[in-house]
C-alpha cells in the first residue's frame, strides 16, 4: 500500500548531513475517543443507559485518525504532508510531537519536536506586549529570551507599522492582524524538528512572503522540517519530500513533483 | 515495506526500533522520570507565574471598573455572608460581634481559596486541551498555576480582610505574621488537591458539574460561619473533632487565631500547626505524585 521512497536529492541542507534520521515512525496509530456520541439523540435517557450497560467502553467512540503510518525522516529534509481534509495530517503532526498518545507503534524523534503554534496560549483580553510574552514562555523559552526576542517578533508581525496597536488587547485586533503575531510568535523559535500546520496561509501577500521566507530561514537551522498544506504551491517551494496521506493511511511518499502530480490527478485538479 | 529504503549501506536491514537506537532517538512523547519532572517544571517556573497572572487579568479586563473588582468582589461577598449570617440568621453564638463578623469574613476568604483551586483543577487539564495538544510542557503547569491564580486572588481579599479586621478592633500585632505559614501551608494543600482533582477531571469531566455540591458540603460542614464545638454542643464529641480536624477547618482556625484579638488558642484543636503541615505535604507529595503518573496520557480523545 505505502510506496515507500526515500529521496536521494537533498535540496536544503548539504550532503553531509544527510542520511541522519531524525524521526522514525513505526507502525504508528492514533485512535480518539469520543465521549457521549455513540448514538445520535444526545438525550439524557441515552446517556443513561450508556453508563447502566457496563462493558468494554459502550457509549465512547473510536475514530481510528491514522492508520499503520511508517516512515523515516532525515536531517536538512523539509517534507510536505498532503491529503484531503480529515486524512489524519494534522493527527500525524501531533503524534510526532508526542502530544497525542499513540495507540499501537512508535514514534522515536531526535529531541523534541515542536508543533508551530501557540494560538492557544494566547489570551484574547490580554494586550499584544503580554502575549508575546506569554507565547514565548509558553513555547518553553527564557525570560531572557523572551526579552531579547521581544522587539524581533513585534517587528517581524508588522503590528505596529499602522500605530501603536501591540499595547491594546488582542480581541480588537483584525483577524489578519492577530494570526500574524500568532505566527510571528511561534517562529521566534529555534526547533531541531519543526511542525507547521498550514501556518503559510495567514497574513496580506507581503506578510506571507516574509513568513515564506522565516520558514526557510528556520528550515536552515532546524533539522527537519515538516509542513501540512493545501497550498500545493507552498508545498513545491518549500518542501524536496512529500506524504500523502488518505483516510489515515500513508498513500504514496517520495519527492515533491511525482507526489503532488498524483495528488492532482486524485483530487481531479 | 515494499520497497526497500535507499539509507547507506550500514543502515540496510535494520529494523526501525534498531535504527532508532542505533542514532540514539528517543519515543516520543514519554513520560520523564519523577526528579527529571520536577526539573522540568521548576524551568518553567516563569511561564507558570505568567500564565496565572494573565488569567486573573484577563477576568475583569471587559469590566469598565477592571482590576478594582479583585478587590470589591470579596468585599461584596462577605457582606452577602453577613446580611445572611450575621442579621438574619444570628449564626454568632458563642461570639461577640467584633469577633463574629471577621471570623465569618476570614472564613469566607480562607475557604473560597480551597474551592476555587479545586474547580479550577477539575477544568485544568479538560479546559485547556488546546494547550495541551499543542505545546510541550510539564502538564502540571497549568494546576499548579491555575492554584498560584487563586493564591493572588487570596491576597486581593486580604486587603479587604485587614481593613475589617481593623474596623473591628483586632489591631496587627506579632501574631499577624503567622499568616505567611498558613498561606504556605494551605498553598501546597490546595495545589495538590487540584492536581488529583486535574488528573480526575481529565478522565471524567462530568466532575465539574458534580464539584459544586461537594464543595459546598465541605463548606458547611467546615464551620466557616459557625463555631465547631459551640453548634456540636449537643452531639458526641467524635463528630466535632473530625469536622475540626479536617484541612479547611484547620486552615481557616489557624488564620482567625493570626488574626483576630478575641479568638484565643482555646478555639484550636490540639497539635493544629502539625496537622496543618501533614495535611499540606501528604497532598502536595502526594497529589503531585499522582498527576504525574498519568503525564503522558493528558490531551487523549
Redo the contacts between chains.
Keep these: 500500500m505505502?510506496?515507500?521512497?526515500?529521496p536521494?536529492l537533498d535540496k536544503g541542507g548539504d550532503a553531509s548531513k544527510a542520511?541522519?534520521?531524525?524521526?522514525?515512525?513505526?507502525e504508528l496509530h492514533i485512535v480518539?475517543?469520543?465521549?457521549g456520541a455513540k448514538t445520535g439523540k444526545g438525550s439524557a435517557t441515552s446517556a443513561l443507559s450508556r453508563i447502566l450497560r457496563r462493558g468494554e467502553e459502550r457509549g465512547v467512540r473510536k475514530v481510528h485518525a491514522v492508520r499503520g503510518v511508517?516512515f523515516?525522516a532525515y536531517r536538512g529534509e523539509a517534507i510536505g504532508l498532503i491529503g484531503s481534509n480529515g486524512s489524519g495530517k494534522s493527527t500525524l503532526l501531533?503524534?510526532?510531537?508526542?502530544?497525542?498518545?499513540?495507540e499501537k507503534g512508535?514514534?522515536?524523534?531526535?529531541g523534541?519536536?515542536?508543533?508551530l503554534?501557540?494560538?492557544?496560549?494566547l489570551?484574547n483580553?490580554?494586550t499584544g506586549e503580554?502575549n508575546v510574552?506569554?507565547g514565548g514562555?509558553?513555547?518553553?523559552m527564557?525570560?531572557e529570551q523572551v526579552k531579547a526576542r521581544y522587539q524581533e517578533i513585534v517587528d517581524f508581525s508588522g503590528i505596529n507599522e499602522k500605530g501603536d496597536f501591540i499595547t491594546l488587547?488582542m480581541r480588537t485586533y483584525s483577524s489578519g492582524m492577530a494570526a500574524r503575531l500568532r505566527f510571528s510568535i511561534a517562529a521566534a523559535k529555534d526547533h531541531d524538528v519543526l511542525m507547521i500546520d498550514e501556518a503559510l496561509a495567514t497574513g496580506d501577500r507581503k506578510f506571507q512572503k516574509r513568513s515564506e521566507a522565516r520558514i526557510r530561514e528556520l528550515r536552515k537551522e532546524a533539522g527537519t522540517v515538516f509542513l501540512v498544506s493545501h497550498n500545493n504551491k507552498s508545498i513545491r517551494d518549500t518542501c524536496d519530500r512529500v506524504l500523502w496521506l488518505e483516510r489515515g493511511e500513508l498513500r504514496m511518499d517520495g519527492p515533491t513533483d511525482e507526489v503532488i502530480k498524483e495528488y492532482e490527478k486524485f483530487t481531479g485538479k | 515495506?515494499?520497497?526497500s529504503?535507499?539509507?547507506?549501506p550500514p543502515?540496510d536491514g535494520l529494523s526501525?526500533?534498531e535504527?532508532?537506537a542505533k542514532?540514539?532517538?528517543?519515543?516520543?512523547?514519554?513520560r520523564p522520570g519523577l526528579f527529571e519532572y520536577v526539573r522540568q517544571l521548576w524551568?518553567?517556573r516563569?511561564?507558570i507565574l505568567?500564565?496565572s497572572q494573565?488569567?486573573l487579568?484577563?477576568q475583569y479586563?471587559?469590566a469598565k471598573l477592571g482590576q478594582l473588582w479583585q478587590v470589591a468582589t470579596p468585599l461584596l461577598n462577605a457582606l452577602v455572608y453577613f446580611l445572611i449570617f450575621g442579621l438574619i440568621l444570628e449564626a454568632d453564638r458563642g461570639f461577640e460581634r467584633e469577633v463574629y463578623i471577621p471570623f465569618l469574613v476570614t472564613g469566607v476568604f480562607v475557604f473560597t481559596f480551597t474551592q476555587s483551586s479545586v474547580m479550577a483543577g477539575v477544568r485544568a487539564i479538560s479546559g485547556?486541551l488546546?494547550?495541551?495538544?499543542?505545546?510541550?510542557?510539564p502538564r502540571a503547569s497549568l494546576p499548579v498555576s491555575f492554584s498560584l491564580q487563586q493564591l493572588q486572588q487570596l491576597l486581593f481579599s486580604m486587603i479587604v480582610l485587614f481593613l475589617i479586621t481593623i474596623g473591628f478592633g483586632s489591631y496587627p500585632r506579632l501574631s499577624w505574621l503567622l499568616i505567611v505559614p498558613v498561606l504556605v501551608l494551605q498553598f501546597l494543600f490546595n495545589t495538590g488537591l487540584a492536581m488529583i482533582m486535574a488528573r480526575l477531571g481529565s478522565k471524567t469531566?462530568d466532575l465539574a458539574q458534580l464539584m459544586p455540591f461537594v464543595m459546598r458540603t465541605w463548606m458547611y460542614a467546615s464551620g466557616v460561619m459557625f463555631s465547631i464545638p459551640v453548634m456540636l454542643e449537643d452531639h458526641p464529641d467524635w463528630i466535632a473533632d473530625i469536622l475540626q480536624w479536617n484541612p479547611a477547618a484547620i486552615y481557616m482556625d489557624l488564620m482567625r487565631f493570626a488574626l483576630i484579638d478575641g479568638y484565643g488558642s482555646e478555639n484550636l484543636p490540639p497539635h493544629v500547626w502539625a496537622v496543618a503541615g501533614g495535611w499540606a505535604v501528604l497532598l502536595a507529595v502526594g497529589g503531585f505524585v499522582y498527576f504525574w503518573k498519568a503525564e503522558?496520557?493528558y490531551?487523549?480523545?
Excluded at chain 1, 512508535?106 to 531526535?110: G, H, I, Q, R, S
Excluded at chain 2, 488546546?130 to 510542557?137: C, E, M, P
Design positions: 505505502a510506496d515507500e521512497k526515500t536521494d542520511h541522519i534520521p531524525t524521526v522514525i515512525a513505526d480518539y475517543r469520543v465521549n511508517s523515516t501531533r503524534a510526532i510531537a508526542g502530544l497525542l498518545p499513540a512508535k514514534v522515536y524523534t531526535d523534541q519536536p515542536s508543533l503554534g501557540v494560538n492557544a496560549a489570551m483580553d490580554l503580554r510574552i506569554l514562555l509558553a513555547m518553553g527564557s525570560r488587547p | 515495506m515494499t520497497a529504503p535507499s539509507t547507506p543502515d526501525r526500533a535504527l532508532a542514532y540514539g532517538l528517543t519515543v516520543s512523547g514519554a524551568g518553567r516563569h511561564f505568567a500564565f494573565a488569567k487579568t484577563a479586563s471587559q485547556n488546546g494547550l495541551v495538544r499543542a505545546l510541550h510542557f469531566p503522558e496520557r490531551g487523549r480523545g
